[in-house]
């Protein structure tokens, strides 16, 4: 298996162009080849059209034993259990797992909430999808990348393969955020698109006026598997802000005259925990997979420990 | 309450345009600062409970006005200097403080001028609201040390600045400046702070009938003794040795036992121990003393020092005559009289010259021509001329003078000191013609013929006759008018003033010809003299040796000066005085915290109320 840091090399060898090298900062070498230990795991398995590295719950012709059946006629001698007839007398056939490929699909919140600040929490969605992504092209996954934007989602078309990569690199590198957040209608949109279900990585901060629950249970009830990571930068929580100021959403542009003080940080604290608990709460009560993932939490520790002890990834 | 500052108008006029403008900027939304959020709705929940106090806000917000407004009105009152009282009843108080030598007396402590000056800030501070007040201090003169002024600083520090003088207190004077001082000034007012030690017999009997006289007064005890005379001279015909002249007094109601200390040139030369009676004074000459070469001290110690409380009379200060030797050129051709006269004074380089040698070689400060007048040569100094002839004399000879004596003489004239020329007798002689300028010293009934003056720079001496057609030489007054002469000359004078008294005007005789001299008193302190007509005029106030230093490397005088005055030795305190007309009363009208500057406090006040409202915004009590 060609390493991605040879594809990376010789893709720069080639001739990259600038915007690749400044790609090349968002996802340098380091971060390419811790890439290549993880994987991704997941709850369910669906079918697929192509065997992957993940087994599927529909019997066939896997490598690996499942089950036995009692012989029907058409079924293949080739699978009758010879030893099982020897002792019990009874026509048996062996069933075995197939193992097929997953439709993972990554949708990423490019709302102007994402880029505020620094942006540093829009840098950080893009790595852990750019990472997530690497995993399933390297498992021979089908991945499919959709940026939720204010206009309608755009996407990268599914693709699979980790030569393919530095087109979910490209991708990323190309989104940028702005517009407001309305998961609901974005993630509609998706399902409407996307009829093969699979795992669907929600990335987002999840600030939505509509309601964050609204993008997941549409999710849900189209039968993908949600899987939220929740980005969070701490910062938001306690402005460094005092005194009088008008305060404006970065997305809706709503404003309001407030006299900052003390207590005022401390009561906005505290309502940004109560909605944190919140979304985890409705996660756990909608058995959708939550991850809170901090922005200042280093990207290694993040998918390499976070992410691995988490159960997300092996 | 009045104001001392802008009238109460123009506070209005302040107050409301200042009012206006922060009224206006209150009510003025200021524009404010825009912050972006990344999810405005989290705000909104946390806000709910803010609207739900809207009013409350409101309410501060008013409260917050009434406070800025008050904060106005506080400093707009602050230009205004309201102060208790009213406005239009200020005295104008003259305050006359005693700083003569008795002032010195520390029968209270620190002294009598140091507890005069604590009673006189208490006075200070207690000055009514449209009081004002002038602090001059009163010994031989008057000086005033501050303006007729409300302002406590000025007459703190003009307090501060009293210092005793040695010298006798001039009531006269310091009347006669508060009198003028007052004059046209209402609700006038003489404060006098003294220890009644005054001589009240200068004021006239209707004097300050309309004026108000206060009275502080300063001590409580007379004990005192004191050095009230003291002087000392040379010999004439013995520089070498001196006498001196004491008197000291004993002011005490009881005896006091004292110690008489003579310092020559600052080492103990006499120790006498003297017991006075109450009141007694006693003189003492001491004759034939020597030793010393420059300065003598006197100074008294009681035995028992609660019977003398005033220090600066205890002293007594004088500074004898420099010695040098005169160079004297006699031109004669031979006289006895003239050659033993001069042998005695040892302090003279005598060179004698026969007329046809002169001139000599070298330089002298005197020549005597005996008999002969040849012109004067520009190194040979000043003149006497014994019997000059008809031609070349300083003064033109008149007619012969038969059997005439001294019938009238200059009295002061320093060349008859210590003589009494009245039974010499001459024989023959001539009158002499003196010129306008000159001086007749001697006179007989038929005409002059001592005659002093000035020839081209240099001053001669002339007696109209010879000596030995008289019984002048065979009289001790003969060598004294030779001796005298000489001295004179050499500005050497056998009466040299021992000391000065102080609290008088000094004319001090200024060697070199410099316009200006460097005084430095007693106390080491320096200050310039303009010199006029060979003198330099100093108000001296203060006992002690002084230098006089001339530019450069010119010579140095030094001259004395005493207090020595019985009636300032006097220290007895008078708790009731009469000035004139006038009876003067306690004081009264001073109070403590009446001249309390309330504008200070109302600019504490709205520190307060800033620091209050700075705090309470900082804690977001009041936004």
């Known amino acids: ?314 | 309450m009045s104001l001392f500052g802008l009238p109460l108008a123009t506070l209005g006029a302040l107050f409301g345009g200042a009012a206006l403008v922060t009224t206006v900027l209150y009510i003025l939304k200021l524009r404010r600062r825009r912050v972006f959020v990344p999810f405005a709705p989290l705000w909104q929940r946390v806000l709910l409970d803010d609207d739900a106090n809207q009013l409350f806000s409101q309410l501060k917000r008013w409260l917050s006005l009434a406070l800025q407004l008050l904060l106005l009105a506080l400093l707009v009152l602050a230009l205004g200097d309201p102060r208790w009282g009213s406005k239009n009843d200020g005295r104008h108080i003259l305050v006359l403080v005693d700083t003569s030598a008795s002032m010195k007396s520390t029968d209270v402590a620190p002294s009598r001028l140091g507890a005069a000056k604590i009673q006189l800030l208490k006075l200070v501070q207690g000055l009514g609201a449209a009081d004002r007040m002038l602090i001059a201090k009163m010994d031989a003169g008057v000086t005033p040390l501050s303006s007729m002024t409300a302002d406590l600083g000025d007459l703190t520090e003009a307090v501060n600045r009293l210092e005793a003088s040695d010298t006798r207190v001039d009531l006269r004077r310091g009347i006669d400046f508060a009198k003028d001082v007052l004059t046209g000034l209402e609700r006038s007012e003489i404060l006098l702070v003294s220890d009644g030690a005054l001589d009240k017999n200068v004021l006239r009997s209707g004097e300050l009938k309309d004026t108000k006289c206060s009275y502080l007064h300063i001590g409580h005890s007379s004990a005192n003794v004191a050095v009230t005379a003291f002087s000392v001279r040379r010999y004439p015909l013995d520089k070498s040795r001196y006498e001196l002249m004491i008197e000291v007094t004993n002011s005490n109601e009881v005896s006091a036992t004292v110690e008489l200390r003579l310092l020559g040139d600052g080492i103990l030369v006499e120790l006498t121990e003297l017991t006075l009676e109450p009141g007694e004074s006693d003189s003492r000459f001491y004759a034939d003393l020597g030793g010393v070469s420059r300065t003598l001290e006197a100074r008294v110690v009681a035995r028992d020092p609660s019977l003398d409380y005033q220090p600066s009379d205890n002293h007594g200060y004088a500074l004898l005559p420099e010695r040098r030797r005169a160079r004297v050129a006699v031109v004669t051709r031979g006289n006895t009289y003239l050659e033993a006269a001069l042998l005695l004074d040892e302090y003279l380089d005598v060179t004698h010259v026969l007329p046809d040698a002169y001139p000599p070689a070298g330089a002298f400060d005197v020549t005597i021509f005996d008999g002969v007048a040849p012109p004067l040569d520009e190194r040979g100094g000043s003149a006497l001329y014994l019997n000059p002839p008809a031609e070349g004399g300083p003064v033109a000879r008149g007619k012969a003078l038969r059997d005439f004596g001294f019938d009238t003489w200059d009295r002061k004239s320093p060349l008859l000191r210590h003589m009494a020329p009245g039974n010499i007798q001459a024989a023959s002689g001539y009158s002499l013609r003196p010129e306008p300028g000159d001086t007749a010293v001697a006179t007989s009934d038929f005409g002059t013929f001592l005659v002093a003056g000035k020839r081209r720079g240099h001053d001669f001496v002339a007696l109209g006759f010879d000596p030995r057609d008289s019984d002048f030489v065979l009289r001790v007054g003969w060598p004294l008018f030779l001796l005298n002469t000489i001295h004179y000359f050499s500005a050497e004078e056998s009466d040299y003033l021992s000391a000065y008294k102080t609290g008088e005007v000094w004319h001090i005789p200024a060697a070199g010809d410099d316009e200006a001299l460097q005084l430095v008193d007693p106390a080491g302190n320096q200050r310039t003299l303009p010199v006029r007509h060979g003198r330099a005029a100093y108000f001296g106030d203060r006992a002690g040796f002084y230098k006089l230093v001339t530019r450069g490397e010119g010579p140095k005088q030094a001259f004395a000066a005493n207090l020595v005055d019985p009636v300032e030795s006097d220290i007895t305190p008078h708790a009731e005085i009469t000035l004139g007309a006038a009876r003067p009363v306690g004081i009264s009208g001073f109070h403590d915290g009446a001249r309390a500057r309330v504008w200070i406090y109302l600019l504490l006040g709205v520190a307060a109320l800033s620091l209050l409202e700075w705090i309470s915004y900082h804690r977001r009590m009041t936004v």
């Open chain 1, 1 to 314: 298996m060609m390493k991605l840091t040879e594809l990376f090399q010789r893709s720069r060898s080639s001739g990259a162009s600038k915007s690749r090298k400044k790609a090349d900062l968002l996802f340098d070498d380091a971060f390419q080849r811790k890439l290549e230990t993880l994987a991704i795991v997941s709850r369910r398995v669906f079918a697929g059209r192509l065997k992957a590295e993940r087994r599927s719950s529909k019997r066939g012709s896997g490598v690996e034993f499942a089950d036995h059946r009692e012989y029907t006629a058409g079924d293949d001698f080739r699978f009758v259990d010879w030893n099982v007839y020897q002792r019990l007398g009874k026509l048996l056939v062996r069933l075995y797992e197939e193992e097929e490929d997953l439709s993972v699909y990554f949708l990423i919140d490019c709302s102007s909430s994402m880029g505020f600040g620094d942006g540093r929490k829009f840098d950080q969605a893009r790595r852990l999808a750019a990472a997530l992504a690497y995993v399933g092209l390297a498992k021979l996954d089908r991945v499919t990348i959709v940026a939720l934007q204010a206009d309608g989602s755009s996407r990268m078309p599914t693709t699979r393969g980790k030569g393919q990569v530095f087109k979910v690199f490209d991708f990323l590198r190309g989104l940028q955020p702005e517009g407001e957040t309305d998961l609901g209608a974005r993630v509609t949109q998706f399902v409407a698109a996307h009829k093969r279900r699979g795992l669907a990585v929600l990335i987002s901060d999840l600030y939505d006026p509509q309601g964050f629950e609204n993008g997941i249970n549409v999710l849900r009830y189209n039968k993908f598997e949600p899987y939220v990571i929740h980005i969070v930068d701490p910062t938001e929580a306690i402005p460094r802000l005092q005194g009088d100021v008008q305060i404006r959403d970065c997305e809706t542009g709503a404003s309001r005259e407030v006299t900052v003080t003390d207590g005022l940080l401390r009561r906005l604290a505290q309502a940004m925990r109560d909605y944190h608990q919140e979304i985890d709460r409705f996660c756990a009560r909608s058995q959708v997979t939550y991850f809170p993932a901090d922005v200042n939490t280093s990207f290694d520790e993040l998918v390499l420990n976070v992410f691995r002890h988490g159960g997300f990834l092996r």
